[in-house]
């Protein structure tokens, strides 16, 4: 697999294709599964500390590169215009740094969102959402940091 197609989506569905990366701008997150083939989820979240997606209105990029560390592929890879760019293997040392810039960053944005106060009488459906995809972005961050 090297290209994704990339498929916009109000909510994450709970079964993934492979091959597909999702996007779902009002829970601001991208979702694909691991371009090795392995099936593991990986969650990316957008924002300005997370990861940036690029759209020109036909393909998509996404900004900084992912890698799955803590994945037994520890695949590493960049998605640029729906294609699959290997970055290759990096040493443990560019690993550790890579986790700590990436740990700092987590910290500045659980500190900016918990002064996000949750939303009054929002749909329970809604709710629920959030709460799932809360719940992915924690499964994938306990299993990659
Ligand atoms: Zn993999």
Redesign the pocket.
Known sequence: METFKNSFVQSIPEQLMPGVLYVSMERSVAIH????????E?VTPLSPVDWQLQYDGEVISLYPSIG?WN?????HYWIVENKIKWAGSWSKKQIDEGRNHHRSRRKKLESKKSDIPLKQNAPLTAEKERISMLRRILRFFGATH
Not at 71 to 75: A, G, L, N, P, V
Request: proline letters at 0%; a positive charge; one cysteine or more.
């Open positions: 599964l691991c371009a090795c083939g392995c099936g593991n990986v799955n994945f037994k592929c520890q695949s």
